[in-house]
């Protein structure tokens, strides 16, 4: 199992920005696939973007434009931007590596109207 730990969540007025950091133990990214979900309250977790072992990006329609994912494999990190943050972006957001990853504790973004 591989377990990843999110950090960099906050409370962030409409239209501001924050990055999330998703941190392993050990170097997986050229093994593993890591993705960002976000879970707001009430609603199912939905997948907000994908970085694959060989570095290829998709993301939720609802956050093109506006939300990067990266990867510093130095670092064993997996970086989400997020620019022009909205207050529909308000969710515990956690990372999760494919395939075998488990759930993190998350990190709350707030994002004040």
């Known amino acids: 199992q591989v377990q990843l730990v999110e950090s960099g969540g906050g409370l962030v007025q409409s239209g501001g920005s924050l990055r999330l950091s998703c941190g392993a133990s050990r170097s997986i990214f050229s093994i593993f696939a890591v993705s960002w979900y976000r879970q707001a309250p009430g609603k199912q977790r939905e997948l907000v973007a994908i970085?694959?072992?060989?570095?290829?990006?998709t993301y939720a329609d609802s956050v093109k434009g506006r939300f990067t994912i990266s990867r510093d494999n130095a670092k064993n990190t997996v970086y989400l931007q997020m620019n022009s943050l909205k207050p529909e972006d308000t969710a515990v957001y956690y990372c999760k590596a494919t395939p075998g990853g488990t759930w993190g504790q998350g990190t709350q973004v707030t994002v004040s109207s």
């Open positions: 970085i694959t072992s060989d570095g290829s990006t």
